[in-house]
């Protein structure tokens, strides 16, 4: 059985308790008694992608567990690489990891379009992704990445969602071990399916995003809840989330 930690949408430089409510979520993985596995990291790590951004956030994600990380919209892919990753001048391309765990794969995709809030899977990503999965072909394997697969019903975060998800699809069709598609972006726990697969998307660390229903004459964020994280418990094939406030 493997225990992973997702965490998503710290937005490090967005508010003044945005180091705060990320450390707060840190220090509570940190706290627990039973054993981590995995960190996942889905995205909008910097608020602004700027480096002094990226050196706070890579302090406060360095746990010392095994942590796979994404780009968001929010982030610039150049920075990203050079300050939060360590890999030298950077670079513009997609930036696309892989965590090979005992019995598991995770592989986190960049959907992110420099410059723009939406989200797209490019060529090189979805080759990519069909190469690590096809490395591992008997192996449970998770996919992640910033942007939602299928609509939430939050009008404001649906209309800047992943486009094309079928390209993703029909990857994923190829790869009958993939148990889940893991996102961010929505800044609210969620799930539903797409695929024929559980998507399910982590709660936002900086505020939490609120449906039409409550929503009439207000801003659609309420940054007076907790910050939240989700707990994914996998059996073989079969996976659990358990999300979890900080209070």
Known sequence: ???????????????????????????????????????????????????????????????GLPTIVCPGNHDDRQVFRKVLLGEGGGGDGPVDQVLRLDGLTIALCDSSIPGRPEGFLEDETLAWLDAVLAESPDTPAVVGMHHPAAPLGIPYVDTIGLREPERLAEVLSRHPRVVAVLA??????ASTRFAGLPLLVAPGVINTALIPAETTGRIPVDPGMPPQFALHVLDSDHLVTHVRPVV
């Open 184 to 189: 961010g972006h929505a800044h609210t726990p």
């Open 1 to 63: 059985m493997l225990t992973l930690a997702h965490v998503s949408d710290i937005h490090i430089g967005g508010s003044p308790g945005s180091a705060e409510r990320t450390r707060a979520v840190m220090r509570r993985l940190a706290d627990m008694p039973g054993p981590l596995d995995a960190v996942i990291v889905t995205g909008d790590i910097a608020d602004h992608g700027e480096a002094g951004e990226y050196e706070t956030a890579r302090g406060l994600l360095d746990s």
